[in-house]
């Protein structure tokens, strides 16, 4: 069975790419200020673990309405998971993969609908019912990211190319991204938290 995983280039997508190895990752930048960033940690990630990445811009424009800020920090876009899902199944079709991975975790749902596991159930039941009968897991939605990291055995070299910033390329060290990624690298004992 193949697989694609979207990848970030966050903490749950890199802990997911060495735990999983899958043949196919796809990275998509539909215009979040972070992408240079996620894009230089993804290049690295995938060559780190073997798998074939394929980049995607998707000018979303006028159709995306930043979610309410957090913490002075565009915190989510509106239906993104959504858009990311249908082209992840897209591209899973198009290189003859059956399962789209996702790096959702346990944590995901106490903020966002689209991280709960009636979200989840039904985005695999739509692409089941489609002609391509692409899959949809979530690994990890059982675990918090500090578990995830210590159940991937993922490494330091790896947690360190993760970016999670949701304001900047580099990490700006205060938007509600970068404080949740030292504060998991911090309660994993993993590196010392550069936020980068």
């Known amino acids: 069975m193949a697989e694609l995983l979207l990848l970030s280039g ?4 890199a802990s997911l790419a060495f735990w999983r190895r899958p043949k196919f990752s796809l990275f998509i930048d ?7 960033g996620e894009r230089r940690a993804v290049t690295a990630i995938a060559e780190a673990v073997g798998t074939h990445l394929t980049t995607l811009d998707v000018a979303l424009g006028k159709l995306s309405r930043p979610a309410p800020h957090i913490g002075g920090a565009q915190e989510r876009v509106e239906y993104r998971n959504q ?3 249908t082209l992840g199944a897209m591209r899973a079709a198009h290189v003859g993969a059956n399962v789209v991975l996702i790096g959702t975790v346990k944590t995901d749902r106490e903020r966002m609908s689209d991280g709960t ?5 039904a985005a695999n039941r739509l692409l089941a019912i489609q002609e391509a009968r692409v899959g949809l897991e979530a690994p990890a939605m059982g675990l918090t990211s500090e578990e995830l990291i210590g ?4 490494p330091d070299g790896l947690l360190g190319w993760t970016i999670s910033c949701h304001v900047s ?4 060290g205060r938007c509600h991204g970068c404080t949740k990624r030292a504060d998991v690298l911090a309660a994993a004992g993993r590196l010392t938290p550069s936020l980068g």
């Open 10 to 13: 966050g903490i749950d997508s």
């Open 30 to 36: 539909y215009g979040q200020p972070q992408a240079a």
């Open 83 to 85: 858009l990311l899902i």
């Open 117 to 121: 596991p009636a979200f989840l159930a």
């Open 151 to 154: 159940a991937s055995g993922v």
């Open 169 to 172: 390329p580099l990490a700006c």
